[in-house]
C-alpha cells in the first residue's frame, strides 16, 4: 500500500473529517489514477484511506477515516447501503431520486439517480473509475435493479484525466425498446417523462422537487393565473404552476428537445395545449421584450443554470444573475410571486441574497421573502462537507 505523507500543518482538513486533500498538501508519495492509498499526517500517524489522482488539483479523496477499514467491494456495498437507507427516511414523493451524491455520501465522486428502474451513475473521480466494476455490481445488489446507465459526461472528468463515457453499463436492451432510455417518472403524483441518455445531467433536476411542489401550492394559495417558467427545462415547474391552478404558463428554453419534453410532459398530465405556450429563447432577451411589450405575470421563476461553478467566477455571475432578477421583478404583476434560485457552487446563499436585493433596488421593486429554499434532501449537505450546498432560492412576494 502506498503512502501518501501531508505537509506539517496540513492534517486539520482530513482531522475534521473533510475528504480532500489538495496538491498542495501533499509532502511525499504518490500512486496510480484511482489507486488506494494510505495518507499520514506530518509525524506519520494516520489519517485516511483515500484514492489517489494525479491529474487533479484534489490529490486524494478520502473513502474512510477509519485505519481498520479495508476498501474492497464490500466496503462500496456496505456505504451504497448506507446512501439508499438514508434516503427510504427522507419520506421522497417520487420514483426519480439521488440516491448517491459524492462526498456527502462518503463516495468521493459518485452521482447515482434512479428513474423508477432504471439506474444512472455518474463517475466523477479516478477513484470512482478505478472501482467502476464493483460499484455496478454492488448498486444492482443493493438496489435489486437491473438496468444501469452511465453518464460519465461531466466536465468534472477532465479535470481528473478522464475522457467522457456514455452508455448502458448493465442490462442494455431489458427496457421497452431495445436499449430504451425514454422513462416516465412519477413526482408528487405528476407524471414526468425524461431520457437517461440525452436529457441534461441524469436526465433530469431532482434537485428541485420539493420546491415544484412548493411552487404549485403557493401558485393555488396566492390564486396567480399567469405564470412566465424561465430555464423551464422540461417544463416540471410548468407542470407545477398549471397543477396549482394557473390559467396561462409560459415555457422558456433555449434547448428544442427540451421544449419538446415539456409540450409532451403537460400533455402526459392532461393539460391542454391551449394553457401554455413555449419559448425557444435566451431567456435575457425574452424578458426584455416582455417588458418592451409591458407584459406582466402574476409568477414568474427563474432557474438558469450554473453561472459560477467556483468562486473565481461568481462577479461575473453576480452581474447575470442581478440581471435577469431585475427584470423579472419588473415584470411581476403587483403582489407577484418570484421563484429565483442560483445552483452555482461559487455564489453562497448570503451572496445570492444581496445580489437579488442589488436587482429589486435597480427594478425599483420591493418584495418580501416568502421562503428561503434549498435543494431536496436526496442531496444532502453533511456537516463535514460545506462545500456539498449549492442550489439555493427565495421565494419573493412583490409588496
Ligand atoms: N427548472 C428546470 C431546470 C432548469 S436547468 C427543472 O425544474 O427541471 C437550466 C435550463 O436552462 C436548461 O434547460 C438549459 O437548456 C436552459 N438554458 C441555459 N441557458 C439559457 C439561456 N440563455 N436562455 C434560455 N435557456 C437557457
Request: charged share 25%.
Amino acid at each position: 500500500m502506498k503512502t501518501i505523507q501531508l505537509r506539517e500543518g496540513k492534517e486539520r482538513s482530513l482531522q475534521r473529517r473533510h475528504p480532500w486533500v489538495f496538491s498542495g498538501s501533499v509532502a511525499k508519495g504518490g500512486g496510480d489514477a484511482g489507486e488506494t492509498v494510505r495518507v499520514v499526517g506530518h509525524d506519520g500517524g494516520f489519517l485516511a484511506w483515500g484514492a489517489f489522482s494525479p491529474a487533479s488539483s484534489i490529490r486524494v479523496r478520502a473513502w474512510s477515516f477509519d485505519a481498520a477499514q479495508r476498501i474492497d467491494a464490500a466496503f462500496f456495498l456496505q456505504r451504497l447501503q448506507r446512501a439508499i437507507a438514508l434516503r427510504s427516511r427522507m419520506g421522497i414523493a417520487s420514483d426519480g431520486q439521488r440516491l448517491v451524491h459524492g462526498e456527502a455520501d462518503g463516495l468521493p465522486g459518485l452521482v447515482v439517480d434512479r428513474y423508477g428502474d432504471v439506474l444512472t451513475l455518474q463517475f466523477g473521480s479516478a477513484g470512482t473509475e478505478r472501482w467502476r466494476d464493483t460499484i455496478a455490481d454492488a448498486l444492482l445488489q443493493a438496489t435489486g435493479l437491473h438496468r444501469l446507465y452511465e453518464r460519465s459526461d461531466a466536465s468534472v472528468r477532465a479535470l481528473e484525466g478522464l475522457p467522457e463515457r456514455t452508455g448502458w453499463l448493465r442490462g442494455e436492451g431489458e427496457g421497452e425498446g431495445e436499449g430504451d432510455t425514454a422513462i416516465t417518472i412519477t413526482e408528487h403524483g405528476w407524471q414526468l417523462g425524461l431520457d437517461v441518455a440525452l436529457g441534461h445531467k441524469t436526465g433530469y433536476y431532482l434537485d428541485q422537487r420539493d420546491n415544484r411542489h412548493h411552487f404549485a401550492r403557493l401558485v393555488r394559495q396566492l390564486g396567480c393565473r399567469t405564470v412566465l417558467n424561465c430555464y423551464s427545462y422540461t417544463g416540471g415547474f410548468s407542470v407545477a404552476a398549471l397543477a396549482g391552478g394557473a390559467q396561462q404558463v409560459t415555457s422558456v428554453d433555449s434547448s428544442a428537445p427540451a421544449l419538446a419534453l415539456a409540450r409532451d410532459n403537460l400533455r402526459r398530465n392532461g393539460h391542454d395545449d391551449a394553457a401554455h405556450a413555449f419559448v425557444d429563447a435566451d431567456v435575457n432577451a425574452y424578458l426584455r421584450q416582455c417588458l418592451q411589450d409591458s407584459r406582466q405575470f402574476d409568477a414568474i421563476v427563474l432557474d438558469p443554470p450554473k453561472f459560477a461553478p467556483t468562486a473565481a467566477h461568481a462577479e461575473r455571475a453576480a452581474r447575470a444573475y442581478k440581471d435577469i432578477n431585475r427584470l423579472a421583478l419588473k415584470l411581476l404583476a403587483p403582489g407577484g410571486l418570484l421563484l429565483t434560485f442560483s445552483c452555482s457552487g461559487g455564489v453562497s446563499a448570503d451572496l445570492f441574497h444581496k445580489i437579488v436585493a442589488g436587482a429589486g433596488i435597480d427594478a425599483g421593486v420591493n418584495a418580501a421573502i416568502l421562503q428561503r429554499l434549498e435543494g431536496a434532501p436526496d442531496h444532502p449537505t453533511t456537516l463535514e462537507f460545506p462545500e456539498g450546498e449549492y442550489l439555493k432560492g427565495l421565494a419573493l412576494l412583490r409588496c
